[in-house]
T-cell receptor
Framework: EAGVAQSPRYKIIEKRQSVAFWCNPISGHATLYWYQQILGQGPKLLIQFQNNGVVDDSQLPKDRFSAERLKGVDSTLKIQPAKLEDSAVYLC???????????????FGQGTRLTVV | GQQLNQSPQSMFIQEGEDVSMNCTSSSIFNTWLWYKQEPGEGPVLLIALYKAGELTSNGRLTAQFGITRKDSFLNISASIPSDVGIYFCAGTGNQFYFGTGTSLTVIP
């Protein structure tokens, strides 16, 4: 079974530029998550989708971050404009069960390491 | 957001020793998960726990879901160098929260 695919693996941009990350979840997984992991910390949930609907985006900085999951499969996360403090690894994960209750395992991609200079 | 407190923050042990780490929360969770993350990689699921009091093993790893549903522990027996990494607990209910991580270093 193929895992969660993310691209690119690495990205370096200047502050105030825009950047987009792509995620392809495991086939058949209804729930997709985007996490931000700052160096030395645990992952922080940014947004959770069930199919193509948003379940939770309470910690997404909506003035600069946006995400979509058209057709309920692939997802993109965008930052516009980027700030220095956005430097982090952006992880995508997916899980089988749909609905707001996440009583199942989530599987992670390798992440995209973003450096904002 | 919710914070899961993990302890210890870091561990340096000799190869062959046993390891124990735990995770506590102020909230009740329906599921506890333990992940391992190595440099440059995403977290990899080690063990999933679904019921209060449940004790589950995966090779040399053993984890338990606390009776109060507010805590969990992970034990690693007879550690080996490839156990090196950061171990995260995660609790799920309506959301999915991660702990602060325990960094494990195994000295050959």
């Amino acid at each position: 079974e193929a895992g969660v695919a993310q691209s690119p693996r690495y990205k370096i941009i200047e502050k105030r530029q825009s950047v987009a990350f792509w995620c392809n979840p495991i086939s058949g997984h209804a729930t997709l998550y985007w996490y931000q992991q700052i160096l030395g910390q645990g992952p922080k949930l940014l947004i959770q989708f069930q199919n193509n609907g948003v379940v939770d985006d309470s910690q997404l900085p909506k003035d600069r971050f946006s995400a979509e999951r058209l057709k309920g499969v692939d997802s993109t996360l965008k930052i516009q404009p980027a700030k220095l403090e956005d430097s982090a690894v952006y992880l995508c994960a997916s899980s089988l069960l749909g609905g707001p209750r996440v009583d199942t395992e989530a599987f992670f991609g390798q992440g995209t390491r973003l450096t904002v200079v | 957001g919710q914070q899961l407190n993990q302890s210890p923050q870091s561990m340096f042990i000799q190869e062959g020793e046993d390891v124990s780490m735990n995770c506590t929360s102020s909230s009740i969770f329906n599921t506890w998960l333990w992940y391992k993350q190595e440099p440059g990689e995403g977290p990899v699921l080690l063990i999933a726990l679904y019921k209060a009091g449940e004790l589950t093993s995966n090779g040399r790893l053993t984890a338990q879901f606390g009776i109060t549903r507010k805590d969990s522990f992970l034990n690693i027996s007879a550690s080996i160098p490839s156990d090196v990494g950061i171990y995260f607990c995660a609790g799920t209910g309506n959301q999915f929260y991660f702990g602060t991580g325990t960094s494990l270093t195994v000295i050959p």
